[in-house]
């Protein structure tokens, strides 16, 4: 992490999940925050193809991967489309998981209201 992220965070534990997955428990929320923020300069990397993921419970992972299911659908018909979490945008606009209806739904970005000085 110090080498290809150039943060320093000090591990807790690390368990291996797969041939290809492990889980890295950190002694504080602000060592993720790091990670998180600098885990984009993994793909400067040119021999290796790493990832860093929130851990997830499964219900998260499956909507997790409706949302990249639909993010790939998106790209293949040419639109600008980035993932983060439990939401999409397409081309500009931001749509969201409603946890509650189990649907995404398009989140409406409110008009900044003018207020007179007195």
Avoid at 11 to 29: Q, R
Avoid at 37 to 63: A, F, S, V
Avoid at 68 to 86: C, I, P, Q, S, T
Wanted: contains cysteine.
């Amino acid at each position: 992490m110090k080498d290809y992220l150039e943060v320093e965070v000090k591990v807790k534990d690390a368990i291996t999940l797969g041939t290809n997955v492990c889980l890295v428990k950190l002694e504080n929320g602000k060592d993720k925050e790091k990670i998180m923020n600098n885990k984009t300069k993994l793909g400067k990397i040119p021999t290796e193809k790493i990832y860093i993921n929130d851990d997830l419970t499964k219900k998260e992972r499956e909507k997790q991967n409706q949302l990249r299911e639909k993010a790939a659908e998106e790209k293949k018909h040419g639109k600008n489309v980035k993932l983060g979490y439990n939401k999409i945008t397409i081309d500009g606009v931001v749509w969201k998981w409603n946890k509650n209806k189990e649907i995404l739904e398009e989140i409406k970005i409110r008009a900044p209201v003018n207020i007179p000085k007195n």
